[in-house]
């Protein structure tokens, strides 16, 4: 796994070198945390995914090496909601907690507890090398609507979360990161909404891999009880 940052080409070519260099070292497998290329699922509607789409592009890279490989594409961290990010309730001025995006409740999303679950998917892998080879697994415990991850929120939290829908302007002014994170964001969002985080597949591309995985997933509901929200 490599860490994502903000040079699309520093990142790729710290893939490429350390592929290089396995391959070099006669190493016989790779297994590469991945990524979907957002801006080919989405036939080049959406360009500034970049965390995204170099990954994919370093996989491309890898698969063409002379070297077995497997890949392990992470849905998104239910660590994610224990920072302050745009996931996290907010306080409005009226009391009320908030979640304020600018896509529709409906939208689907993949969480995967990744610090305690990522080893169950590349212990699939690492168990039978020769069946996962030049297969993904698509992490993540199971595909959660926004509306329903409210709902877990509110029970865990105690607290009356609701859904707002905003512009892309608002959700622009809340966001308290650099331009070029916030245009990810709002592509990545854009994106779930039409499509879905691993693509038109995204449902049967997560069972497949849940029903491959080598342990007991954690629901969004467990680890939110194990790591509690804390809204202040």
Known sequence: MTAPLLSPDVEYDTVKTIADVALENDAKYIIFSTLPSIHELSGG?????????????AEQYIRGLPIQSAFCSLGSFMENFESASFLTPRKEEDGTWVVALHVSPNIQWP??????????????????PARFEGKTLCGATK??????MISIMSKATGKNITY???????FKKRMKLPDVLVDMFMEMLAFLDDTGYFGSDSEKLVAWAVNNA???????????????LRLE
């Open 111 to 128: 969480l995967v507890n990744a610090v305690g679950d990522t080893g169950k998917f590349v212990g699939a892998i690492l168990a039978e």
């Open 164 to 170: 707002k829908r905003i512009s892309t302007e608002e």
């Open 45 to 57: 509607k959406y360009t500034k995914v970049t965390l995204f789409d170099i990954k994919a592009k």
């Open 143 to 148: 595909l959660y609507s926004l509306g329903e």
């Open 214 to 228: 080598r342990g007991k997933l954690t629901t969004f509901e467990e680890y939110l009880e194990a790591h509690p």
